[in-house]
């Protein structure tokens, strides 16, 4: 991506209405665009940023209130919990759809008879709503008659898969079916990546002798970074805004037991008539966000304009 | 890449072609069980769920879930099944893929071949507008629409899709104009065509991919949306994800999980297709929209 | 008045000056070559000529008309260009039609203009096929084709024939310079390659950051170089450049050329003397282009003045046509030009003729010529 002056074409200076016109018309045409993302998202920005130092509850105020509502969104031991959970959702998700998604690509890679098969199986539960998502393994792991009936069937009577009845272990069911949705895409991250790596590299290293196994270590693995990068921005941005698949799978329970920021923010502003609270939440992740992503347009704009 | 069995013996090779293959199978089976999982039990009486084997074939195969899903099931209040809501999915997905798509071509083509000062300001706000948590906007969101009196129509999450929508499909434009010869911008301009005809006779003529790829990403998108359907919609104008989680969730009443997998399966079907016939550029604009952006 | 006329013209893009003060007239029917090496601003000048590219100062004329605030497609100009700009979603026909097209002009018309082009052209066998379908050679053909039609006042090229390969160049290169002088349109011809801008121009103007370095025929510029950069640039192998100095000697003022070990050697400078008293005793470049450094028998008979000297040959590389000698002087490596079956070998002595009407001489501060 870049975004550094190239060439293009200024419109030739003309003199009269109509050339005035044409000189305008570039700019005409983006103007309600740039006016739409000024108002709806900029402005919004900035309106929920004065709302969450306002005393807003179940309708807009526009009382100040200083620093309140963050100090009680600190103290709320819902938004802990919903911190708490990112964390470990975060941190699963990404770790294992990056450990999934190298491990497929790589396999893929071995000049795979039927990869053209297998590569879309991987990756169309991109295609789905998560809410169907999470439906799906909603039920799947349901021990009434889900993963725990089909294995009592099956004759391990023994068998218990109660995770998502369990507020301890109810978070890693969120992980599970978020994992089984975005692996797939995370490979074909990583095999865009394979793909692109120069071939007659690997070559000099098979002549220098490197196994297999050592060639991916030191050769391939090292050249994925961008992928690498970009996996996790995309994954950490998946994760933060977390919000269909938390719903559709647990509803954020048992209990607040997969809560999770979006949930939250949700849940306050407009369940709870805390909108001053949620509005401060929102702002929180809005921050978030901009940590991860930030960095990276900037690098990805700097290192773009280095290029050319 | 790939890497080549160097010295090993063919033997060893073979096992371990064998063992790959034999994980590749496994992963596949992985991603394929809830899809069986959901279209198995989508067939069965709900008394077999209850009682059997999830992974197991109907004995008993009846359509009379998908019926219910699609026009008996109770969303909410009233009995009417998913249909009406899957309606709402198609009046509100069209417009708003077709609007967003406009904007964006037309966008990319002046942030690429029309640059002026301060169009790199422009295009790194619509950028950054890609990134942005939707929760931040969901207030001050709800307010408008209730203002300019679009609260709980569908005509308001078109609104909404548009304008969440605009900065990727520029983004994908920008980029693939990026790329466009600009000499060819210049032959046409000596050739006398102006802003307008350039665009349509020069640029979009050759903008079939992309506008494949933005359209099959605009439409997942919308299609899937559940944040903005659930905060901004009304009773008649739920999108089919909305419904589809009311179904699913509603606590009243004997949860009849066939009739759920069913709807969940309706809710997926289009963009399951949509997946299905071009894969290929799906594959491209997820890329496109998560490398790039 | 000149036909084209280009004064004082200024373009920066934002502040970044990228064309200073440059000032041309080309007559009607010239073939005006700017050469410079890349990034030197020549597309530029001529995007501003076309219109592409709005001018930060100064005027640009075309038969005595200010076009400077004109549309590219008002200034009655066509243009060739590098990629050839093939609109890749049209036919061959499509293409060369589209100007027509866009001015207004009936189909019959357009067609009975696309056939007369395409059979001079020799592409008519090609008119419906798509660009991504043809050849190099053949588009090229098809984006000369499409400026042809408009039939211009000017026709502009920029690097028309650097993305063929060499044989097909030299083809096209002669099929230029033909369709020049059967129609003897005015023609502005940029390219970054020197032997083809000595082959096709009536006049060159060499170009180097933006600055004109030197406006002139093809004989001037090649002959008479106006600094060290134009002497450098044209001609292959270029120009020696030797360190030299000025010794004002016994009679009249001598050139000393550096030989490492050996006897520095001295030249005598005739008619340049004069124009050099100035330079005694101090640093100058000595510009001897290769052909004009020669085995004594091979020297120019015409010439009036013809010094030798003993040379050392480091390197001797047979071409076939010619034998290139290379020995040392004033520290550099210098090019001779041999008969092709003179006896020479590497680090042996050789005899040496310099025709002296056929040298330069540079400042070595200001590197501007001064004899
Ligand atoms: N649109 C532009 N914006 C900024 N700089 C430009 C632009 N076009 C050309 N330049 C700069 O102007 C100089 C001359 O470019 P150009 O005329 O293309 O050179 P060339 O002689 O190779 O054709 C170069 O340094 C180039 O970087
Ligand atoms: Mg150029």
Partial sequence: MSTIAQASVPPARASGARARLQNWLPRLVLAPSFAAILVFVYGFILFTVYLSFTDSTILPRYGLVGWANYERLWRLPNWWIALENLAIFGALYIGICVVIGLFLAILLDQKIRGEGVLRPIYLYPMALSFIVTGTAWKWFLDPGIGLEQVMHHWGWTSFHFTWIKDTEMAIYCVVIAAVWQSSGFVMAMFLAGLRGIDNEILRAAQIDGASTFQIYRRIVIPQLRPAFLSAFVVLAHLAIKSYDLVVALTNAGPGRATELPATFMYSYTFARNSMGVGAASAVIMLMMIASVIVPYVYAEIRGGGNER | MSAEAGTTGARQSRLSRALLYALLIVFAVYYLLPLFVMLVNSVKPLSEIRGGNMLALPHEFTTAPWKSAWNEAQIGVSATGLAPYFINSILMVVPAVAISLIVGALNGYVLTKWRFPGANVVFSLLLLSCFIPFQIVLIPMARILGIIGLAGSISGLVLVHVVYGIGFTTLFFRNYYEAFPTELIRAAQIDGAGFWRIFTRILLPSSGPIVVVTIIWQFTNIWNDFLFGASFSGFDSMPMTVALNNLVSSSTGVKEYNVHFAGAIIAALPTLVVYIVSGRYFVRGLMAGAVKG | ????????????????????????????????????????????????????????????????????????????????????????????????????????????????????????????????????????????????????????????????????????????????????????????????????????????????????????????????????????????????LIPARVDAGAAEPMLVLDRGSEEPLRLPLNGAAPKLANAVGGDIFFGIRPEALTDPDSADRTASHVAHGECTIEVVEPTGSDTFAITRLGGKPVVARLRADARVRAGEPMRLAFNLDKTVFFDAKTEQRIA
């Fill in chain 3, 1 to 240: 008045m000149a036909f084209l006329e280009i004064v004082d013209l200024e373009k920066s893009f934002g502040n970044v000056r990228v064309l200073k003060g440059i000032n041309l007239e080309v007559e009607e029917g010239d073939f005006l070559v700017l050469v410079g090496p890349s990034g030197c601003g020549k597309s530029t000048l001529l995007n501003t000529i076309a219109g592409l590219e709005p001018i930060s100062g100064g005027e640009i004329r075309i038969n005595g008309r200010v076009v400077n605030d004109l549309a590219p497609a008002k200034r009655d100009i066509a243009m060739v260009f590098q990629s050839y700009a093939l609109y890749p979603n049209m036919t061959v026909a499509g293409n060369i039609a589209f100007g027509m097209e866009m001015r207004g002009i009936p189909k019959a018309e357009r067609d009975r203009k696309v056939a007369e082009v395409a059979k001079m052209l020799q592409i008519d066998h090609l008119l419906d096929r798509r660009p991504s379908r043809l050849s190099g050679g053949q588009r090229q053909r098809v984006a000369m084709g499409r400026a042809l039609v408009r039939d211009p006042q000017v026709f502009l090229f920029d690097e028309p024939l650097s993305n063929l390969d060499a044989k097909l160049r030299v083809e096209m290169r002669t099929e230029i310079k033909r369709l020049h002088s059967s129609m003897g349109t005015t023609i502005v011809y940029v390219t970054h390659d020197q032997v083809e801008a000595m082959t096709l121009a009536t006049k060159i103007a060499v170009l180097k950051d933006g600055v004109l370095q030197q406006f002139g025929t093809p004989d001037e510029v090649y002959n008479d170089p106006a600094n060290i950069f134009v002497a450098d640039f044209m001609g292959s192998p270029a120009m020696n």
